[in-house]
C-alpha cells in the first residue's frame, strides 16, 4: 500500500477522517436499551485478528484519515489489544495520526489507564448512564459501578481527558442528569447526552424510555446559563458552556435534530464490514479484500464502492410504541 490514493469522499462532497473501529462486539456489561440479557456475539473466527485491525487501520490513513476511535462492544476486554493500541501510537509519533481514541464502559479502565497513556490516548469517552449504584446495577445487569469510578479516577490520575457519555432515559436517569453533570464538571469531565437509539431487539419498548434531548435543554436552560459553544471534537455532538458549573455539556440528537450533513465517519466492525452510516444496513466487506490474492486492489474497490454507497442521511425515528428498531443489529455489533 506505497503508492499513493485518493483521499476518502463521498457523492456528497464529505471527506472522510475519522474512522470508528471496533475491536469486538463483546461486553462485560448488558445495558438494558443495547443488547438483551441473552447476547449471543460473533465467534471468534470470524473477527479480524490484531494484524488485520492494524492493516486496516493503515489502510484508511493512507486515505486521509487524522482520528480513529476504538470501540466495541467493549474495546478493553479484547485480548491483547494494548499491542494494536501501541502500533497505532506510533502513527501519532511519526504524524500519520491527529488523534487516537476510544470509548469504554470504564469497567477496566483502572487497569489499562496507565498504558493508553503512555501509547498516546490524551482523551476518552466513557459510558456512564448513572451515578447510582442500585441503578446502575439494574440497567447494566452487573454491579459493577464501583470499577467504573475506579477507572475514571485512574484515568485522570493518568493525565487522560474524560467526556461521559450519557443515554437519555425517560423514567430512569432522567431526574438524575443535572447532577450527575453537575458532578462530571466538578472532576474535570465533560458530558454528553445522547437519545437512545433504535438499534437492535431488546426485552423492552424503547419508546417507553424515549427522551428527546430538546426537552432535557430546556429544563437544565431553566436551571443553568448555557452559551453556545464552538468546540467541536470530530463527532456529532453540539456543545454548550455552563456557566454555573464551569463546565461543557455535548448534545448529540439522531432523533431530534439530524446532524448527516456534515457527517466525516465510518465505522469498520470487528469482522471487517465497512458500514458507511450507523443508521443503514449498506455495508462492505474488508475483510475478504484483506483476505483477497490482491489485497491493495481489493481494498481500493471496496473504498470506492463505499464511497458512492454512503447515504446523505440517517432514518433513525422513534415514533410510536412497540415499533421494531430502525435496524436488526446492535449497536454492540457494530461499533459505537
Not at 5 to 12: E, G, I, Q, S
Not at 228 to 254: N, Q
Not at 302 to 319: C, L, Y
Amino acid at each position: 500500500m506505497n503508492s499513493p490514493v485518493a483521499p476518502l469522499v463521498d457523492r456528497f462532497a464529505r471527506r472522510i477522517t475519522y474512522l470508528r473501529l471496533s475491536l469486538t462486539d463483546r461486553c462485560d456489561l448488558r445495558c438494558s436499551y443495547c443488547m438483551p440479557e441473552r447476547m449471543t456475539f460473533l465467534p471468534r473466527a470470524e473477527v479480524l485478528t490484531l494484524e488485520e485491525l492494524y492493516d486496516v487501520a493503515l489502510a484508511f490513513i493512507a486515505r486521509g484519515v487524522r482520528k480513529i476511535r476504538l470501540t466495541g462492544g467493549e474495546p478493553l476486554v479484547r485480548r491483547d489489544m494494548m499491542q494494536l493500541v501501541r502500533a497505532l501510537g506510533r502513527k501519532l509519533d511519526d504524524g500519520s495520526l491527529d488523534e487516537l481514541t476510544l470509548t469504554t464502559n470504564g469497567t477496566q479502565l483502572a487497569e489499562y489507564a496507565d498504558d493508553l497513556a503512555a501509547a498516546g490516548v490524551k482523551r476518552i469517552n466513557v459510558s456512564l448512564d448513572t451515578r447510582d449504584r442500585a441503578k446502575f446495577a439494574e440497567l447494566t445487569r452487573r454491579d459493577s459501578l464501583p470499577q467504573v469510578l475506579e477507572g475514571l479516577a485512574a484515568a485522570k490520575a493518568a493525565g487522560i481527558r474524560i467526556k461521559l457519555n450519557t443515554v437519555a432515559l425517560k423514567g430512569i436517569n432522567e431526574s438524575e442528569l443535572p447532577d450527575l453533570i453537575a458532578w462530571a464538571h466538578s472532576e474535570g469531565h465533560s458530558v454528553t447526552l445522547i437519545e437512545v437509539m433504535p438499534l437492535g431487539e431488546v426485552e423492552g419498548d424503547r419508546f417507553d424510555h424515549y427522551l428527546p434531548l430538546d426537552a432535557v435543554r430546556r429544563d437544565l436552560e431553566a436551571r443553568w446559563t448555557l452559551t453556545a459553544s464552538d468546540a467541536r471534537t470530530g463527532g456529532p455532538a453540539r456543545y454548550v458552556d455552563i456557566a454555573e458549573t464551569g463546565g461543557r455539556l455535548g448534545f448529540i440528537t439522531p432523533l431530534t435534530g439530524n446532524f448527516c450533513e456534515g457527517c466525516n465517519r465510518v465505522r469498520v466492525t470487528a469482522t471487517g464490514q465497512l458500514f458507511m452510516c450507523l443508521g443503514c444496513e449498506g455495508k462492505v466487506d474488508l475483510r475478504a479484500a484483506l483476505r483477497s490474492e490482491n489485497p491493495e486492489a481489493a481494498l481500493a474497490d471496496a473504498f470506492a464502492r463505499a464511497m458512492g454507497e454512503k447515504p446523505e442521511r440517517h432514518g433513525f425515528v422513534i415514533d410510536r410504541p412497540g415499533a421494531a428498531p430502525a435496524l436488526a443489529r446492535h449497536m454492540s455489533m457494530t461499533g459505537g
